[in-house]
């Protein structure tokens, strides 16, 4: 006689074993986001002491401070160049382009090295840039004071309103 299989017993071992796959997945996942919220709250927490936020500092407040940090950075780089035509290439090397008196692309090799130089320029011009105090006075309590409620938000800064 042919062996009969128990397909009852094989049932639950696909069972079971499709049930700890998920529950597998679904603690990875769970891992990874608490991984996540960690790395976030870190990365909020350095950026809060970079510009000297309070600790019940919103991610709003916080991306506002950044802003503020790099357009500081850019006008920093506009103020000593005059504002002139140097400024893109120092706060962008990589998309720097250069061309001959004929307005005709230059060799990659001539390109690179121009790129290099500004890159050692920005490198230069941001230590002068670190080494100024930051934040500057009132900037904090201006970003606090902003908008920090939805609802504040939502209606306290709609212009439409006004007209």
Same mark, same amino acid.
């Given at each position: 006689?042919?062996?009969?299989?128990?397909? &009852?017993?094989?049932?639950?071992?696909?069972?079971? @074993?499709?049930?700890?796959?998920?529950? $597998?997945?679904? *603690? &990875?996942? *769970?891992?990874?986001?608490? %991984?996540?919220?960690? $790395?976030?709250?870190?990365?909020?927490?350095?950026? %809060?002491?970079?510009?000297?936020?309070?600790?019940?500092?919103?991610?709003? &407040? *916080?991306?506002?401070?950044?802003?503020?940090?790099?357009?500081?950075?850019? +006008?920093?780089?506009?103020?000593?160049?005059?504002?002139?035509? %140097?400024?893109?290439? *120092?706060?962008?090397?990589?998309?720097?382009?250069? !061309?001959?008196?004929?307005?005709?692309?230059?060799?990659?090799?001539?390109? $690179? @090295?121009?790129?290099? +130089?500004?890159?050692?320029? @920005?490198?230069?011009?941001?230590?002068?840039?670190?080494?100024?105090?930051?934040?500057?006075?009132?900037?904090?309590?201006?970003?606090? &004071? +902003?908008? !920090?409620?939805?609802?504040?938000?939502?209606?306290?800064?709609?212009? +439409?309103?006004?007209?």
């Amino acid at each position: 006689m042919a062996e009969t299989k128990d397909y &009852q017993a094989l049932a639950i071992d696909e069972a079971a @074993r499709r049930r700890a796959q998920r529950d $597998e997945a679904e *603690i &990875q996942e *769970i891992a990874n986001a608490l %991984r996540e919220q960690d $790395e976030r709250q870190a990365r909020h927490a350095a950026l %809060r002491k970079k510009h000297g936020l309070p600790d019940h500092a919103t991610p709003r &407040q *916080i991306s506002d401070a950044w802003i503020a940090h790099n357009s500081a950075w850019g +006008s920093f780089v506009a103020c000593h160049f005059g504002g002139d035509a %140097r400024t893109g290439p *120092i706060l962008d090397p990589d998309k720097a382009l250069l !061309t001959d008196r004929h307005h005709l692309p230059v060799p990659a090799d001539e390109l $690179e @090295r121009y790129r290099a +130089s500004l890159r050692a320029q @920005r490198d230069k011009l941001r230590q002068q840039f670190d080494a100024l105090p930051w934040p500057p006075p009132g900037l904090v309590d201006t970003i606090m &004071q +902003s908008a !920090t409620d939805g609802m504040q938000q939502l209606h306290g800064h709609d212009i +439409s309103r006004a007209a």
